[in-house]
Nanobody
């Protein structure tokens, strides 16, 4: 059973940066990939970024490509989301998610259905 805890959210001005962290514990050896999603008020949860552990391949939503970077620190069992050039449209609750090796079905990095474990979320607010 994997547990995920996000941190690093907060209030930032437009054009600024934040780095989110997602610390994984319990069964981390079985993680296949981790993703970041966000949900703004009144909107559906949307894909932001993901990283596949076996290849370190990364995936990004078009809206954040070139501004956000996801990476992992194996020693700390932590995945990061570096967010630069933030704008008010990035305001949302950000969630990290994990898929384990035993998951059924194919892996679609951009689909929330591909992930079986979720963190509690961290608020990111970008002021104009």
């Amino acid at each position: 059973q994997v547990q995920l805890v996000e941190s690093g959210g907060g209030l930032v001005q437009a054009g600024g940066s934040l780095r989110l962290s997602c610390a994984a514990s319990g069964g981390t050896y079985s993680i296949y990939a981790m993703g970041w999603f966000r949900q703004a008020p009144g909107k559906e949860r949307e894909f932001v970024a993901a990283i596949r552990f076996s290849s370190s391949n990364t995936y990004y939503a078009d809206s954040v490509k070139g501004r956000f970077t996801t990476s992992r620190d194996n020693a700390k069992n932590t995945v990061y989301l570096q967010m630069n050039i933030l704008n008010p449209e990035d305001t949302a609750v950000y969630y990290c998610a994990a898929r384990d090796l035993g998951s059924s079905g194919g892996y679609n990095a951009r689909s929330s259905a591909s992930y079986g474990y979720w963190g509690q979320g961290t608020q990111v607010t970008v002021s104009s």
